[in-house]
T-cell receptor, first 113, second 117 residues
Framework: SQTIHQWPATLVQPVGSPLSLECTVEGTSNPNLYWYRQAAGRGLQLLFYSVGIGQISSEVPQNLSASRPQDRQFILSSKKLLLSDSGFYLC????????????FGPGTRLTVL | AQKVTQAQTEISVVEKEDVTLDCVYETRDTTYYLFWYKQPPSGELVFLIRRNSFDEQNEISGRYSWNFQKSTSSFNFTITASQVVDSAVYFCALSTPSTGANSKLTFGKGITLSVRP
């Protein structure tokens, strides 16, 4: 079965600072990978997804970017954080075919001050 | 377009009560997949169940049961004899092949369940 790791678990950053969140996956090869954001008290918003190394699709125009340098590594970045970037960031992995279940990591709670 | 509606936003019950969480979905696809996830206070989304559109059999797993009815486009989740540990936010989700090979999930807004001792 898949195991999804995310770090850091929590992060407090000042406005205008850079961001790098990392997600790594074990137990599967060539997964589809996803980044979601959950604002406080709200639902899940899909930010990016990737079907392979170097292949990134953005769902919502924003201050963030994603990269996939390795098969099982997915990175979420920003050059300059905004207050509105605060939230809970979840990485998900979907193995085998695209109809497989998405499994989620433990999440990173980001607070931008 | 796909849509998932969880009309209940917050439910509060006393321990040992049964509780049903409603989920209504919309899709034009004949092939689709339905999911329930649990999000405890720690934040991680825990996968509970997946059901494909061709399998209308209800499922029971311990105290959890799911009722899938295509006629009403519903996929309801019942917890029997609720426990405090069931307190969480529960999300219903839908995916279809038409959303692409990556099969993106459409989530409902979630239901916050509080089980009081």
């Amino acid at each position: 079965s898949q195991t999804i790791h995310q770090w850091p678990a929590t992060l407090v950053q000042p406005v205008g600072s850079p961001l790098s969140l990392e997600c790594t996956v074990e137990g599967t090869s060539n997964p589809n990978l996803y980044w979601y954001r959950q604002a406080a008290g709200r639902g899940l918003q899909l930010l990016f997804y990737s079907v392979g190394i170097g292949q990134i699709s953005s769902e919502v125009p924003q201050n963030l970017s994603a990269s996939r340098p390795q098969d099982r590594q997915f990175i979420l970045s920003s050059k300059k954080l905004l207050l509105s970037d605060s939230g809970f960031y979840l990485c998900a992995s979907q193995g085998l075919a695209g109809t497989d279940t998405q499994y989620f990591g433990p999440g990173t709670r980001l607070t931008v001050l | 377009a796909q849509k998932v509606t969880q009309a209940q936003t917050e439910i509060s019950v006393v321990e040992k009560e049964d509780v049903t969480l409603d989920c209504v979905y919309e899709t034009r696809d004949t092939t689709y997949y339905l999911f329930w996830y649990k999000q405890p206070p720690s934040g991680e989304l825990v996968f509970l169940i997946r059901r494909n559109s061709f399998d209308e059999q209800n499922e029971i797993s311990g105290r959890y049961s799911w009722n899938f009815q295509k006629s009403t486009s519903s996929f309801n989740f019942t917890i029997t004899a609720s426990q405090v540990v069931d307190s969480a936010v529960y999300f219903c989700a839908l995916s279809t092949p038409s959303t692409g090979a990556n099969s993106k999930l459409t989530f409902g807004k979630g239901i916050t369940l509080s089980v009081r001792p």
